[in-house]
C-alpha cells in the first residue's frame, strides 16, 4: 500500500531473480520468517484439494508470493555449508548422549558472542536437524524423528484418512526442509499453520458425527462411538 502495486512487483521480481541477495525496502517490511513460512501449507493442501477449494488459482498465488517473499537466500547451499563449516567439531556417533537442551547457545554465551542486530545478544544454528543432535544425543535425536513423523502419520491416517494422511505427510516434507535450513522448530506461526491445515480434511465430517454422538447420548439412547454413528 505505502509504495504501490508497481514498485512492489519489480522488488519481488528482483528478489527472485537474484535469490534474495538484493531485498528492497517493501520486500524487507515482509520478510518476517515466522509469518512467511507460514503461508507454505497452504498451497501443499491447494494441490492435493484443487477441485475442493474455491477459487484455488487466486489462493495458490497469494500464499505463493508472500512465502517466496521469505525464503532467504540459504535456503538451499545452507543444507551443505551449515554441515560443512562443522564438521570439525563433531561426529555422528552411537554413544553420544548429548548435551542438553540449550548446548549451543550456551557455548555461544560462554564465548563472548554477541550479535550486532539490535536486542539479540546471541545467534542461533540455523539447522534443527543439527541442534537437536547436539542437544539430545543420537537415541534422543531417533526418538524425537520418530515421534515426530511415525507417530503423527499414524494419527492423521487413522482418524482422516487418506486425504488428510498425504497432507500432512507433504508438511512433514516441508517442515524438514526448513529444519535443515532454518530453526523453525520454535516458530509458533508456522507450527500453528502445519496443524491447522491438515485438519481442514475431514474436520466438518468429524465434528458432526461427534455431534450425532452426542446427540443420541443426550437423548437417551445407547451412547455409541462416532464410527457407528455413521
Known amino acids: 500500500m505505502k509504495g504501490g502495486l508497481g ?24 520478510e518476517t520468517h515466522d509469518l512467511t513460512f507460514a503461508f507454505g501449507p497452504s498451497p501443499i493442501y491447494l494441490l492435493l484439494h484443487w477441485k475442493k477449494s474455491p477459487h484455488p488459482g487466486l ?7 508472500f512465502f517466496l517473499i521469505g525464503l532467504k537466500r540459504i535456503a538451499i547451499p545452507a543444507v551443505a555449508l551449515l554441515f560443512g563449516n562443522v564438521t570439525p ?3 555422528i556417533s552411537f554413544t553420544y548422549m548429548g548435551r542438553g537442551t540449550g548446548f549451543e547457545r550456551f557455548v555461544e554465551w560462554f564465548t563472548g558472542v554477541e550479535s ?28 524425537w524423528l520418530w515421534s515426530w513423523l511415525m507417530v503423527r502419520l499414524r494419527y492423521w491416517f487413522r482418524q482422516g484418512g ?29 507450527m500453528l499453520a502445519c496443524s491447522l491445515v491438515p485438519m481442514t480434511c475431514r474436520l466438518d465430517a468429524l ?3 461427534t455431534l450425532e454422538t452426542y446427540c443420541v447420548h443426550w437423548s437417551g439412547g445407547e451412547e455409541v462411538s462416532p464410527s457407528e454413528s455413521k
Not at 13 to 26: A, N, V
Open 116 to 143: 550486532s542486530v539490535p536486542l539479540r545478544t546471541q545467534t542461533q544454528i540455523h539447522n534443527d536437524f543439527l541442534r537437536m543432535y547436539l542437544n539430545i544425543g543420537l537415541i534422543g535425536y531417533w526418538v
Open 7 to 30: 514498485a512492489f512487483l519489480k522488488e519481488f521480481c528482483t528478489l527472485l531473480i537474484t535469490f534474495s541477495k538484493e531485498t528492497g525496502p517493501l520486500m524487507e517490511r515482509l
Open 162 to 190: 487418506k486425504d488428510a494422511g498425504c497432507l500432512f505427510l507433504g508438511v512433514c516434507v516441508y517442515c524438514f526442509v526448513l529444519y535443515a535450513t532454518d530453526n523453525a522448530i520454535y516458530y509458533p506461526y508456522t
Open 59 to 65: 489462493w495458490l498465488g497469494l500464499s505463493a508470493i
Open 207 to 209: 465434528a458432526e458425527e
Open 89 to 91: 567439531y563433531y561426529e
